[in-house]
């Protein structure tokens, strides 16, 4: 059963910086792409970014673009968000999400992932 859980969320103010982790368990890490998410007050769940199954390859939405930086530690069955520049519309529920394919497409479509961590707020003050 793939388990995830994101953690390192908080309250921070515009202009800082803040790192989210998303630990996985129940099946082989490295063997999926992974992602973030996010959902803000009164808005549906939309992209972030997705990170290949070595690494080496991201994909980011255009409004954090620049900002953001996903990347894993394969070792640590771990997929790291860190995020510089905070802005207040950044201000969101930040998930971590799992495909359960081999598929190496970084999709950027809710639907693509099945497993999703529980959560963790991020909250940018102005």
């Known amino acids: 059963q793939v388990q995830l859980a994101e953690s390192g969320g908080g309250l921070v103010q515009a202009g800082d910086s803040l790192r989210l982790s998303c630990a996985a368990s129940?099946?082989?890490?490295?063997?999926?792409?992974m992602a973030w998410f996010r959902q803000a007050p009164g808005k549906e769940r939309e992209f972030v970014a997705a990170?290949?199954?070595?690494?080496?390859?991201?994909n980011y939405a255009d409004s954090v673009k620049g900002r953001f930086t996903i990347s894993r530690d394969n070792a640590k069955n771990t997929v790291f968000l860190q995020m510089r520049s905070l802005k207040t519309e950044d201000t969101a529920v930040y998930y971590c999400?799992?495909?359960?394919?081999?598929?190496?497409?970084?999709?950027?479509?809710?639907?693509?992932?099945?497993?999703w961590g529980q959560g963790t707020q991020v909250t940018v003050s102005s």
């Open positions: 999400a799992a495909p359960a394919s081999f598929s190496s497409v970084l999709a950027t479509a809710e639907g693509s992932y099945p497993y």
């Open positions: 129940g099946r082989t890490f490295s063997n999926y792409v």
């Open positions: 990170i290949s199954r070595t690494g080496l390859s991201t």
